[in-house]
């Protein structure tokens, strides 16, 4: 996992599934049966905009030319060399996002963009986690908070970069609780002296953690950006589903501001629950780079997503159908089930199997709400030019 933003639903790692849905135990992608395709296809309203909302169909292109990058390089090679789906091969899907990317840049009318994708694609659709095309969809985002480069009395909480002795540490890994104490503040601890910045709130420092990545504003008016370098050798943990373990909400009143607001409102719990997630991880300044997926390329908001890479294709167009927050004119959020395409550019230690599918929501507050309202299940269908 490298330049990786991951994360995990509802931004705390809220991933649930009812007992009776079970990973798919085939192949995580099924060639769509042309006689279903009238039923799938629908426009993507947000390409093109709206009078009062600017459309961004330049920021797709923008996220194809990324994917394209990433076609190029050797670690590209070596995935589609190995790809276990029959005809999804790395020239193939190469050359479906140019052709998309030339689409988009020629299409004048949203009605001429789609007739000409619906001749000239097929649809490769996700066999979900119930083998029915069912896929569970949350939100990520990059996280803006302030920060410290010294350590002060309101600035405590730190983030670390990898120790220069990382790679020799015996397994297991010390734990969480090992690294940073009960109270997260690090004394005595192994790492003390790798501080890479200091942050206010500890649950936020912790969320820098879940996210992957975050922009910083400096005490001192400067902003730098964190991403994640490394991590020890352990999975994640959802705190949300520890929570819902315990008792304090039911799985199906838990949302992120509610969870949010039981932390603060009990800040003796962090102690409780943060050390439950033994996954650490260490970060490096990016120097002002956007946020980056693990395909090492940039992940753009509302068009990039995060898949299980041992099974997706990495860099490729695809479309998705689920629910997403907006936020209206009055500043209240409204649910609304879209059509969008985006580009397969991420991954996630919470994101496993061919019904997960977690999208980059952009960065800062704004993103953040959204992002932690998204829980829904959708669709997912992978784009190929017809051979």
Same mark, same amino acid.
């Given at each position: 996992?490298?330049?990786?933003?991951?994360?995990?639903?509802?931004?705390?790692?809220?991933?649930?599934?009812?007992?009776?849905?079970?990973?798919?135990?085939?192949?995580?992608?099924?060639?769509?049966?042309?006689?279903?395709?009238?039923?799938?296809?629908?426009?993507?309203?947000?390409?093109?905009?709206?009078?009062?909302?600017?459309?961004?169909?330049?920021?797709?292109?923008?996220?194809?030319?990324?994917?394209?990058?990433?076609?190029?390089?050797?670690?590209?090679?070596?995935?589609?060399?190995?790809?276990?789906?029959?005809?999804?091969?790395?020239?193939?899907?190469?050359?479906?996002?140019?052709?998309?990317?030339?689409?988009?840049?020629?299409?004048?009318?949203?009605?001429?963009?789609?007739?000409?994708?619906?001749?000239?694609?097929?649809?490769?659709?996700?066999?979900?986690?119930?083998?029915?095309?069912?896929?569970?969809?949350?939100?990520?985002?990059?996280?803006?908070?302030?920060?410290?480069?010294?350590?002060?009395?309101?600035?405590?909480?730190?983030?670390?970069?990898?120790?220069?002795?990382?790679?020799?540490?015996?397994?297991?890994?010390?734990?969480?609780? @090992?690294?940073? %104490?009960?109270?997260?503040? $690090? &004394?005595? +601890?192994?790492?003390?002296?790798? *501080?890479?910045?200091?942050?206010? !709130?500890?649950?936020?420092?912790?969320?820098?953690?879940?996210?992957?990545?975050?922009?910083?504003?400096?005490?001192?008016?400067?902003?730098?950006?964190?991403?994640?370098?490394?991590?020890?050798?352990?999975?994640?943990?959802?705190?949300?589903?520890?929570?819902?373990?315990?008792?304090?909400?039911?799985?199906?009143?838990?949302?992120?501001?509610?969870?949010?607001?039981?932390?603060?409102?009990?800040?003796?719990?962090?102690?409780?629950?943060?050390?439950?997630?033994?996954?650490?991880?260490?970060?490096? @300044?990016?120097? %002002?780079?956007?946020?980056? $997926? &693990?395909? +090492?390329?940039?992940?753009?908001? *509302?068009?990039?997503?995060?898949? !299980?890479?041992?099974?997706?294709?990495?860099?490729?167009?695809?479309?998705?159908?689920?629910?997403?927050?907006?936020?209206?004119?009055?500043?209240?959020?409204?649910?609304?089930?879209?059509?969008?395409?985006?580009?397969?550019?991420?991954?996630?230690?919470?994101?496993?199997?061919?019904?997960?599918?977690?999208?980059?929501?952009?960065?800062?507050?704004?993103?953040?709400?959204?992002?932690?309202?998204?829980?829904?299940?959708?669709?997912?269908?992978?784009?190929?030019?017809?051979?």
């Amino acid at each position: 996992m490298n330049n990786i933003i991951t994360t995990f639903s509802l931004a705390l790692g809220l991933a649930f599934y009812p007992s009776q849905m079970i990973m798919a135990q085939q192949m995580p992608l099924r060639q769509v049966n042309p006689t279903e395709i009238n039923t799938i296809w629908s426009e993507d309203e947000q390409l093109w905009g709206t009078p009062e909302t600017r459309g961004d169909k330049w920021s797709l292109i923008r996220a194809i030319s990324y994917s394209l990058r990433y076609m190029e390089t050797p670690k590209a090679a070596e995935v589609y060399d190995n790809y276990a789906i029959p005809g999804i091969t790395r020239d193939r899907v190469r050359r479906s996002l140019l052709r998309f990317q030339e689409l988009l840049k020629t299409a004048k009318t949203p009605e001429a963009l789609q007739t000409a994708i619906e001749r000239e694609f097929i649809l490769y659709q996700s066999v979900g986690h119930d083998n029915q095309g069912t896929v569970h969809f949350t939100g990520y985002f990059e996280p803006v908070y302030t920060a410290s480069r010294q350590r002060t009395a309101e600035y405590r909480y730190p983030l670390y970069f990898e120790p220069k002795d990382f790679n020799s540490w015996k397994q297991p890994h010390p734990t969480r609780l @090992e690294l940073e %104490g009960k109270d997260g503040l $690090g &004394n005595n +601890s192994i790492i003390q002296g790798n *501080e890479l910045i200091w942050m206010r !709130d500890r649950l936020e420092a912790y969320l820098v953690h879940v996210q992957g990545s975050a922009r910083l504003t400096l005490t001192n008016g400067e902003t730098i950006t964190v991403g994640y370098d490394s991590s020890t050798d352990y999975p994640y943990v959802s705190i949300g589903k520890e929570v819902v373990k315990d008792g304090i909400f039911a799985l199906e009143e838990l949302t992120l501001p509610r969870l949010m607001d039981y932390l603060n409102e009990n800040p003796q719990q962090l102690s409780n629950y943060l050390p439950r997630n033994n996954r650490f991880i260490f970060f490096r @300044e990016t120097d %002002g780079a956007p946020p980056q $997926g &693990n395909l +090492s390329v940039p992940v753009t908001a *509302e068009r990039s997503i995060a898949t !299980d890479k041992s099974i997706m294709p990495p860099g490729a167009i695809a479309l998705i159908k689920t629910p997403i927050p907006y936020v209206t004119p009055t500043g209240e959020m409204e649910i609304k089930l879209v059509t969008r395409y985006v580009l397969d550019q991420d991954t996630g230690s919470a994101i496993k199997g061919p019904g997960r599918v977690d999208v980059f929501m952009g960065t800062g507050k704004e993103a953040g709400d959204r992002a932690g309202l998204m829980s829904h299940t959708g669709k997912l269908y992978y784009l190929l030019l017809k051979d």
